[in-house]
């Protein structure tokens, strides 16, 4: 059954209500955000109207002590991996558009296996598969040979252990057999919550449908998928508006699943082929970004928050202090992608991505920064999903899993894939937060993977 949980009207007048906002009242909610309080919808919208600069370093202040009292210092890493370019919708910001005119193309299993040998060359254990819908060229059955293929893959000391699917909205019983394949979250973007503004860009396709899209993962909790990680296209709507739809879908699932969105994703709108990025009226500046970044954080604090490289360097930095928790490093954004770029052919990505470091790079410069990268993947692979893992998070325990687990890939990661360098400052990081691991024996295991990174073994531990 379809239903609109989008209340467009109540979003309206909780902006419109939010203009007349008082100093009170915002200082207020966010005495109550930092003091762990979930905030009233007023609140936030108050928050996110705010233009005063005080408050917005308050705003920015207080995010990013929720953010690191929840995920500490650990920054979790992935990459995407495009399969397929056919698409059938004509969506406007969207170089995969079906009216536009370039040779499409997707992956052969060979040819995914060489894409996933460079990404497991980079250290990535985490993917987001990729793909524009196509029922006749990229069929579920294909994408489920794509999961296959990945998990199969295994080179030198690499292994994918967790594929992210990013794949079209489509029915219960595909979303039972991607259940059934193990994929880690089923990640969807409503691009934007505004169902006005949604049908002037979602030209035709099935994602024209905006209930269909809306209740997507309605269908995958249904089907068994209980990560499902939400977002909306920064750049095409009001963003504000966007932020409010966002935290209703979350409490729809909340209510309903009893576990809202795994994860949020912020993307922003990228110039990309086909597309005038000048056409779009509704463009997030920095500034605006950062605000709706922080404010995200403060009102739903468990959620995972997933920046791209989208953004650029400086924009990432600033925003890792804001509450992102996860990030893509080394990204190419077209089918193939990977190999091309090795071979130093012409890429005509999805989008122009930002950041165009080396996996390596990002890497090294989070941990120059003092976050310790996170190439874990064990929650999922524990059954630590859905309400189970937001329990434990919410219950502030989820820290003692995670830091050990991050140290120890990052571990695994210096030996595997660091040079003498890199492995010098992995090392002198993890010494520093031994510490702070609260489990005897994971400290003692621990120290025993750290003098093999000091003295350059070969690795004879498997997380
Ligand atoms: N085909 C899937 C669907 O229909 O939802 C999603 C896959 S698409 C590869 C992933 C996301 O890229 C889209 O949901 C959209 O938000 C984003 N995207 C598309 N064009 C973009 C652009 N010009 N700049 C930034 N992100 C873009």
Redesign the pocket.
């Known amino acids: 059954m379809e239903l609109n949980f989008i209340n467009q009207k109540y979003i309206l007048d909780l902006l419109e209500n939010a203009k007349n906002a008082n100093d009170e009242i915002i200082s207020k909610a966010l005495d109550k955000a930092d003091s762990g309080e979930t905030l009233a919808h007023s609140e936030i919208a108050a928050l996110l109207k705010t233009e005063n600069t005080e408050f917005i370093e308050r705003i920015y202040k207080t995010a990013g002590k929720i953010k690191r009292r929840i995920y500490g210092n650990r920054i979790v890493m992935f990459a995407p991996v495009?399969v397929s370019d056919y698409?059938v919708?004509r969506?406007t910001?969207?170089?995969?558009n079906q009216s536009h005119d370039f040779i499409r193309s997707k992956l052969t299993m060979e040819q995914l296996r060489e894409e996933v040998k460079i990404l497991e060359k980079m250290g990535h254990k985490r993917l987001a598969l990729?793909?524009?819908?196509s029922e006749k060229e990229c069929s579920i059955d294909y994408i489920l040979d794509c999961i296959k293929t990945i998990y199969e893959m295994k080179f030198e000391n690499g292994e994918i252990r967790r594929i992210n699917v990013?794949?079209?909205?489509t029915t219960e019983e595909n979303y039972k057999k991607l259940k059934n394949a193990g994929i880690g979250t089923y990640i969807?973007?409503q691009?934007t919550y505004n169902e006005t503004v949604y049908n002037k860009f979602h030209v035709s396709g099935p994602?024209k449908d905006f209930n269909w899209h809306l209740n997507a993962f309605d269908r995958a909790q249904n089907a068994g998928i209980d990560d499902v990680g939400g977002?909306v296209?920064f750049?095409l709507s009001d963003p504000y508006f966007d932020v409010m739809g966002l935290l209703l879908h979350n409490e729809h699932l909340e209510k309903k699943y009893n576990t809202g969105f795994h994860t949020i994703s912020v993307?922003?709108?990228?110039?990309?082929s086909g597309?005038n990025i000048n056409d779009f009226s509704n463009l997030v500046d920095d500034e605006t970004f950062a605000k709706i970044t922080a404010v995200i954080r403060i009102a739903v604090p468990f959620t995972g928050m997933i920046l791209s490289t989208?953004e650029n360097r400086d924009m990432r930095r600033k925003l890792l202090q804001l509450g992102i928790s996860q990030i893509s490093a080394g990204s190419a954004t077209e089918v193939g992608g990977y190999q091309k770029r090795r071979r130093n052919e012409i890429i005509t990505p999805?989008?122009f991505v930002n950041d165009e470091r080396s996996a390596v790079s990002i890497i090294g410069e989070l941990i120059d920064d003092g976050y310790i990268p996170s190439f874990c993947t064990a929650c999922y692979r524990s059954g630590r999903t859905g309400d189970r893992f937001m329990s434990l998070a919410k219950s502030g325990q989820i820290g003692n899993v995670c830091l050990p687990n991050a140290l120890m890939t990052l571990c695994e990661y210096s030996i595997d894939y660091g040079d003498a360098h890199f492995r010098e400052k992995a090392a002198s990081m993890i010494k520093n937060e031994i510490p702070n691991i609260s489990n005897e024996s994971v400290r003692r295991k621990t120290i025993k993977n750290l003098e093999k990174i000091s003295t350059g073994q070969q690795r004879d531990f498997f997380v």
Do not use: D, H, T, V
């Open positions: 495009y698409c919708n969506c910001y969207c170089s995969f990729e793909a524009g819908e990013n794949i079209a909205a969807l973007f691009e994602k977002g296209l750049g993307p922003r709108l990228c110039p990309a597309m989208r999805q989008f």
